[in-house]
Each structure stands twice: as C-alpha cells, then as structure tokens.
Nanobody, 123 residues
Framework: QVQLVESGGGLVQAGGSLRLACAAS????????MGWFRQAPGKERESVAT????????YYADSVKGRFTISRDNAKNTVYLQMNSLKPEDTALYYC????????????????WGQGTQVTVSS
C-alpha cells in the first residue's frame, strides 16, 4: 500500500504552466500504475493522464494531449504532471492515484488517492 501527497498547484494565468508532483511513501512504488485525475465544481472526476510502472505506457485525455506530460521517477517515488498552455477550463482539484494493475486508464482501477491540489487558471 502506498500513501500519496500532491504538491505544486496554484493560481496561474491562461497560457501559463504548472508542474504537479505526487510523492509516494510505502513499498514497491514502481509496481503501481500512477495517474492524475481532476474534478471541477459540479462535475464528475475525470482521468487526465496515467503512466505504467516502468513509464513505458502512458494515456492522456483528449482535452490535454499535446499540453500535459506525465512522468515518473521511481528512484524518488514521485510522479509528475507538467501542464503547459493552461486554459481556464483546466481549473479543478487535481488528484494523484495509484493502481495495482500493470496499466490502466480507468478511474475505478485506482484504489489509493491523495487529498488533491487545487489548480486555478485565470482568463
């Protein structure tokens, strides 16, 4: 079991960039698929990006392709989300989560969640 703590959120103008980080404690971090998800007020939680344990497989939601990049450093037990060209519609609470599967893009497969970090993009 891993525990997750997100950081890096904040307020940024449209077109700006932020880098989120998720630090994991616990064993066997490299065995977990990691993902970033977000939830805006009044909306359902949605998948943003996921990455397999080795980093060899990734998934991006269509809305963030070409703008966001997910990566991981297994030596540091950390997964990142580099967000560029941010838009007001990217405003949400961003969560990091872990799945024991070899790879997944489905929210239901992610069993361990952090508490979230707020990203606000002003127009």
């Amino acid at each position: 079991q891993v525990q997750l703590v997100e950081s890096g959120g904040g307020l940024v103008q449209a077109g700006g960039s932020l880098r989120l980080a998720c630090a994991a404690s616990g064993r066997a971090f490299s065995r977990y698929t990691m993902g970033w998800f977000r939830q805006a007020p009044g909306k359902e939680r949605e998948s943003v990006a996921t990455i397999s344990g080795s980093g060899g497989s990734t998934y991006y939601a269509d809305s963030v392709k070409g703008r966001f990049t997910i990566s991981r450093d297994n030596a540091k037990n950390t997964v990142y989300l580099q967000m560029n060209s941010l838009k007001p519609e990217d405003t949400a609470l961003y969560y990091c989560a872990a799945s024991p599967l070899s790879f997944s893009r489905t929210i239901a497969d992610f069993r361990t969640w952090g508490q979230g970090t707020q990203v606000t993009v002003s127009s």
